[in-house]
């Protein structure tokens, strides 16, 4: 078991251009979440998936981010015309089943930096 | 709406001493989950613990103990006789248990933890 993983670990962009990443989940968890952490502060919850039905997503998610589960295997995260705003460290995160007590396992986090 | 407060930005200390991470939240569900979660320098979150709501014992786990006190809304974390290696961010986060919050964690700002040889 390898963990979650996360492509790519650091991404440095232009403002205005649109940016993708990728979560890869631990293999048998069926829920996949994001996460967005700015210097000095907790995570914040973006959105989830349970298989591939997003059921939940954040007023921090706005209009120009995108989630997507297809098959409930991989996720991939889209920020288009980003922002300054938008620089941040984006956490992905998997657990299996459907309760809340549930621990989340992190994966590593794409940095993302827009110029 | 559920909140996490972690009032202590950054402690310091000097390897063997004891040291406390306070943890205060806010709920309105009576059934919730409390996670303790370390993110040392590479950047990784490592899950520690969880606790829920109806299990007011407090725990020991090597050097580590948590004290979960409803009464206070308060999960502190003890590290006892602390080493280098314990030098991290530690964050506090709690999940409720209604199907609509998803089990999303909020987790508070974290604490510093700098443990000086």
């Known amino acids: 078991d390898t963990g979650v993983s996360q492509n790519p670990r650091h991404k440095i962009t232009k403002r205005g251009q649109n940016v993708t990443f990728r979560c890869d989940p631990i293999?048998?968890?069926?829920?996949l979440y994001w996460y967005r952490q700015t210097l000095g502060q907790g995570p914040e919850f973006l959105t989830y998936?349970?298989?591939?039905?997003?059921?939940?997503k954040s007023r921090l998610l706005s209009d120009r981010f995108s989630a997507e589960r297809p098959k409930g295997s991989f996720s991939t995260l889209e920020i288009q015309r980003t922002e300054q705003g938008d620089s941040a460290m984006y956490l992905c995160?998997?657990?299996?089943?459907?309760?809340?007590?549930?621990?989340?396992?992190f994966g590593p986090g794409t940095r993302l930096t827009v110029l | 709406a559920q909140k996490v407060t972690q009032a202590q930005t950054e402690i310091s200390v000097v390897e063997k001493e004891d040291v406390t991470l306070d943890c205060v939240y806010e709920?309105?569900?009576?059934?919730?989950?409390l996670f303790w979660y370390k993110q040392p320098p590479s950047g990784e979150l490592v899950f520690l613990i969880r606790r829920n709501s109806f299990d007011e014992q407090n725990e020991i786990s090597g050097r580590y103990s948590w004290n979960f006190q409803k009464s206070t809304s308060s999960f502190n974390f003890t590290i006892t006789a602390s080493q280098v290696v314990d030098s991290a961010v530690y964050f506090c986060?709690?999940?409720?248990?209604?199907?609509?919050?998803?089990?999303?964690?909020?987790f508070g700002e974290g604490t510093q933890l700098t443990v000086n040889p």
């Open positions: 986060a709690l999940s409720e248990a209604w199907e609509t919050s998803g089990s999303r964690l909020t």
């Open positions: 709920t309105r569900d009576t059934t919730y989950y």
């Open positions: 293999s048998e968890h069926n829920r």
């Open positions: 995160a998997s657990s299996q089943g459907s309760a809340s007590y549930n621990e989340q396992f």
């Open positions: 998936f349970q298989n591939e039905a997003q059921l939940e």
